[in-house]
């Protein structure tokens, strides 16, 4: 049982180049979530798919495009890097988001620079 | 707007006790989350408060005030391992879960 993984660890892409980063979860979780980290912030919430077919804008969308390709994965694109989106990308699932007790279970995270 | 603060950083000794505040202020509560995260690491889910009182996890106790906007991670018997950051988490309903920055703590020998 591997929980969240996420793939690449680690990227480096030049301003206006695109690349898509991916997640996958083997716990038959039914809603996914991408969320950024900055340096001495917390996580903020960037697209969510409550369930598979469905995605949704989170609080900071913009730049940014998703793909709930099945329950497994859940994938997050940026068409036009820009050096403001360099960040530490975590991807999470859990059971049956929006729910009160709902627990998220996280990735180990994408390094991504933008030069 | 909405908003969690906490203290950036907290130090204290092994084998101590040590409460990590986090007052809020969102559109929508439905609970209270910590998540425990080692530099490099991912978050990890350490506990959740939906109703006001304490929740105890082992060495970690939970405590929410709903009236008061206010909850603290309690983690007793330090432990070097317990370094690490902190983050008090509110679901404001929906899929929509708002994080603090972060709380840096500190275990000293």
């Known amino acids: 049982n591997a929980g969240v993984t996420q793939t690449p660890k680690f990227q480096v892409l030049k301003t206006g180049q695109s690349m898509t980063l991916q997640c996958a979860q083997d716990?038959?979780?039914?809603?996914m979530y991408w969320y950024r980290q900055d340096p001495g912030m917390g996580l903020r919430l960037i697209y969510y798919?409550?369930?598979?077919?469905?995605?949704d804008k989170g609080e900071v969308p913009n730049g940014y495009n998703v793909s709930r390709l099945n329950k497994r994965e859940f994938s997050l694109r940026l068409e036009s890097a820009a050096p403001s989106q360099t960040s530490v990308y975590f991807c999470?699932?859990?059971?049956?988001?929006?729910?009160?007790?709902?627990?998220?279970?996280f990735g180990p995270g994408t390094r991504l620079t933008v030069l | 707007g909405q908003s969690l603060e906490q203290p950036s950083e907290v130090t204290a000794v092994e084998g101590a006790i040590v409460q990590i505040n986090c007052t809020y202020q969102?559109?929508?509560?439905?609970?209270l989350s910590w998540y425990q995260q080692h530099d490099g690491g991912a978050p990890t889910f350490l506990s959740y408060?939906?109703?006001?009182g304490l929740e105890e996890t082992g060495r970690f106790s939970s405590f929410l005030s709903r009236s008061d906007s206010y909850g603290y991670l309690l983690l007793q018997e330090l432990q070097m391992k317990d370094s690490a950051s902190y983050f008090c988490?509110?679901?404001?309903?929906?899929?929509?879960?708002?994080f603090g920055a972060g709380t840096r703590l500190f275990v000293k020998a």
């Open positions: 408060n939906a109703l006001d």
């Open positions: 999470a699932s859990s059971q049956r988001g929006g729910q009160r007790t709902d627990t998220q279970y």
């Open positions: 798919s409550a369930s598979e077919g469905t995605t």
């Open positions: 969102t559109s929508g509560f439905y609970g």
């Open positions: 988490a509110v679901t404001t309903g929906g899929f929509k879960t708002i």
């Open positions: 716990m038959n979780h039914n809603s």
